[in-house]
């Protein structure tokens, strides 16, 4: 198994471009997961999706989006970079709601100037 | 999700026990206590959860107090590569997706010196 995989490992992003970044995992889990990381902080969740078809948004989702149409994919964009977007981004997958054992990607870490 | 304090660094030696705290002291009955780490520049990655018993498996002792307001993570043997930074996370077990949401702080930067 390749676990949760993340492309690309980094990108540098113009003002006001848009870009996808990929996460696909092939654990047939259920619940997928976006976050972000700011230098020297935690982790903080964009979107997260419970299926294919179905997501839902977290703590910081303005400026992206997501979508979920098929159980190993779960895409998210970023439509009008913003320096403020800069960071480190995991893509997470758990089995279902029940567990609190994510597996995380390597991340992708994107700069915009 | 409770609020959880942990110390923003510790040093340990190399081939000593690693011992690293966490207060949840508004931890509520059904919340369960997780731990991951995060090696530099690297996704997270799960070490160990517990509700009210001690946990052990692999990697990592997990030790609750009576009271459930702290725990202690111990890595019984630390090494070089175990130098990375600890969450330790509360979380509610229940149904919904909204539930499975895991709360990162900033952790704790376990440096394990030679």
């Known amino acids: 198994n390749a676990g949760v995989t993340q492309t690309p490992k980094f990108r540098i992003l113009k003002i006001g471009q848009s870009m996808t970044l990929q996460c696909a995992q092939d654990?047939?889990?259920?619940?997928m997961y976006w976050y972000r990381q700011d230098p020297g902080m935690g982790l903080k969740l964009i979107y997260y999706?419970?299926?294919?078809?179905?997501?839902d948004k977290g703590e910081v989702p303005n400026g992206y989006n997501v979508s979920r149409s098929t159980t190993e994919d779960f895409p998210l964009r970023l439509e009008l970079a913003a320096p403020s977007q800069t960071s480190v981004y995991f893509c997470?997958?758990?089995?279902?709601?029940?567990?609190?054992?994510?597996?995380f990607g390597e991340g992708s870490r994107l700069t915009v100037l | 999700d409770a609020k959880t304090t942990q110390p923003p660094s510790m040093d340990c030696a190399e081939g000593r026990a690693a011992n690293l705290p966490c207060n949840h002291s508004?931890?509520?009955?059904?919340?369960?206590v997780y731990w991951y780490r995060q090696i530099h520049s690297q996704g997270p990655q799960y070490i160990i959860h517990?509700?009210?018993n001690n946990e052990t498996n692999e990697m990592a002792s997990l030790i609750i107090t009576e009271d459930r307001k702290s725990s202690t993570l111990i890595l019984p043997h630390a090494t070089l590569r175990d130098t990375a930074v600890y969450y330790c996370?509360?979380?509610?077990?229940?149904?919904?997706?909204?539930?499975?949401?895991?709360?990162f702080g900033t952790g704790t930067l376990l440096a394990v010196q030679p």
């Open positions: 997470a997958s758990s089995y279902n709601q029940f567990t609190g054992e994510l597996f």
């Open positions: 654990m047939n889990h259920n619940y």
């Open positions: 999706s419970v299926g294919a078809g179905i997501t």
């Open positions: 508004t931890i509520s009955g059904n919340e369960y």
């Open positions: 517990g509700l009210k």
């Open positions: 996370i509360v979380r509610a077990a229940g149904l919904g997706g909204a539930t499975n949401k895991l709360i």
